[in-house]
């Protein structure tokens, strides 16, 4: 029982990490309505820019950080302004085309500035077992996973009151529902654009940060993106807390089945096992488990 609960756990705690990266779609998403498949970058760009600082020019920790965030948050903004302004009213798949562009253009400038060589990133916590939980209850639980979780989700609740109970949240809420409206009603719509890139900017660090320290500061960062699919597609595009709830499911259901199905199956479960689950959840609820129904009436 003891081992099943720490397979769960760790389940658990990673799911809070994916959460993390899929809450960086669903900003975007609510916004306005655009797939930003350049979140992956983002979250590159963020880690490589704030080692880079450090190593680089040897800046110090606690200065790194809000110089980072700066830069992720003026990333954004002009992600807005120069990609997505111009792109108004356009279809939606020129919109994702773009999106695509542009993370081949981060990617790219990322590795201009800071070079490919693949870095580590510290963030003072030890990747270890707590002893107190080994000695009473023989459950490992790493300390980072147990911090990163805790980090992930404390930002999770914060941008969900944000959305909830705040002025910007509902007037991102209505432009959401529809821009016209919105703009009808004098809700500045390019006012809440930036806003939402700049946000998604430091989401971007800060799972950027995460992630780096987990797995390394490397290419294959951007690849986290594709983790965060299944996310979204079992908590819907638009919904944060189906990003928590579809990070969770997804998060555990990984550990569990490479640990109780991979011997049966050859290992390497836990790589793909999430999209066979988001696969088979499209066939029964292809909206997710909190979006909403749309019904087109020609």
């Not at 529902?177 to 500045?188: F, M």
């Not at 809440?192 to 890139?197: C, D, G, S, T």
Request: charged share 10%; net charge negative; with cysteine.
């Amino acid at each position: 029982m003891s081992f099943f609960l720490e397979v769960l756990i760790g389940g658990l705690l990673s799911g809070v990490m994916y959460s993390l990266v899929a809450l960086g779609f669903v900003l975007i998403f609510k916004a306005s309505g655009v797939f930003n498949f350049a979140q992956g970058a983002m979250v590159f760009f963020a880690a490589i820019t704030f080692v880079g600082l450090q190593k680089e020019y040897g800046i110090d920790f606690w200065l790194a950080l809000p110089l980072t965030l700066a830069v992720m948050v003026v990333l954004g903004l002009l992600i807005e302004r120069v990609v997505l302004r111009p792109l108004v009213n356009q279809p939606q798949i020129t919109l994702f085309m773009a999106t695509i562009g542009l993370s081949f253009f981060i990617e790219g400038l990322a590795q201009m500035l800071w070079g490919s060589t693949p870095r580590g990133l510290e963030l003072g916590i030890q990747d270890q077992p707590f002893e107190w939980l080994m000695d009473r209850f023989n459950i490992g639980v790493s300390q980072f996973d147990v911090f990163a979780a805790v980090v992930s989700g404390v930002l999770v609740v914060l941008l969900a009151i944000l959305f909830q109970r705040t002025r910007i949240g509902r007037a991102l809420r209505a432009v959401a529902d529809d821009h016209q409206a919105a703009l009808s009603i004098g809700i500045p719509l390019q006012q809440i654009w930036a806003i939402v890139w700049a946000v998604a900017g430091f989401v971007a660090l800060v799972a950027g940060m995460l992630w780096g320290a987990r797995n390394g500061v490397s290419f294959s960062l951007t690849f986290v993106v594709l983790k965060a699919l299944p996310v979204l597609i079992l908590g819907g595009f638009e919904s944060v807390p189906g990003a928590i709830v579809g990070g969770l499911i997804i998060g555990a259901a990984e550990k569990l089945c490479e640990v109780y199905l991979g011997p049966f199956v050859g290992g390497g479960i836990e790589g793909w096992v999430a999209y066979v689950i988001a696969l088979l959840f499209l066939l029964v609820r292809p909206e997710g488990l909190f979006g909403e129904k749309h019904i087109d009436r020609v």
